[in-house]
């Protein structure tokens, strides 16, 4: 079930992100993860204070939990410029379709979409891929010591 995010998602919502990040991303110590971390907190604690309103310059934030539950297992956050942000899947949810509802949801009422991928990230990348995104560019990304690809997503 998809539904906006709550202000009570918000630390299972983190500490699912941290782990999956660090899971995926075995090169990079959690120390990275810091910022990026209090970055989403701020972004999630603004949606809920907008009340899961949209508003001009606001991300938006869809929760994925399973029926009969309001515990947080993905959540989908795509920004007003059309880039998804965040994507994630608790691991006991992955390879179930939760990636792809959440996906479906980021690709709602858009023309294209577009995301910034690591690329070690090859579970991330081979999601995205299979979901219609191909990668447009290349940037070292010096912080984190490897190239950071952008990738694009035609949706209509």
């Known amino acids: 079930m998809l539904r906006p995010i709550q202000e009570s998602d918000i630390e299972r919502l983190l500490q699912l992100w941290l782990y999956v990040a660090c899971t995926n991303h075995p090169s990079l110590?959690?120390?990275?993860?810091?910022?990026?971390?209090r970055a989403m907190r701020?972004?999630?604690n603004a949606q809920c204070r907008l009340g899961g309103q949209r508003d001009l310059?606001?991300?938006?934030?869809?929760?994925?939990?399973?029926a009969g539950s309001d515990t947080p297992e993905g959540l989908v956050t795509v920004t007003e410029n059309r880039r998804v942000d965040t994507i994630f899947v608790s691991p006991?949810?992955?390879?179930?379709?939760?990636?792809?509802?959440?996906m479906a949801q980021a690709k709602f009422g858009r023309i294209q979409l577009e995301t910034l991928v690591l690329e070690e990230n090859l579970h991330g990348r081979y999601f995205l891929q299979q979901h219609g995104f191909q990668e447009a560019e290349r940037v070292f990304n010096a912080a984190a010591g490897q190239e950071e690809i952008t990738m694009h997503c035609?949706?209509?």
Do not use: I, K
């Open 29 to 37: 110590p959690v120390r990275y993860w810091s910022e990026p971390g």
């Open 42 to 44: 701020r972004r999630l």
């Open 57 to 66: 310059g606001v991300s938006t934030h869809w929760v994925y939990t399973r």
């Open 92 to 102: 006991g949810e992955q390879g179930h379709g939760v990636g792809s509802e959440l």
């Open 154 to 156: 035609r949706v209509a």
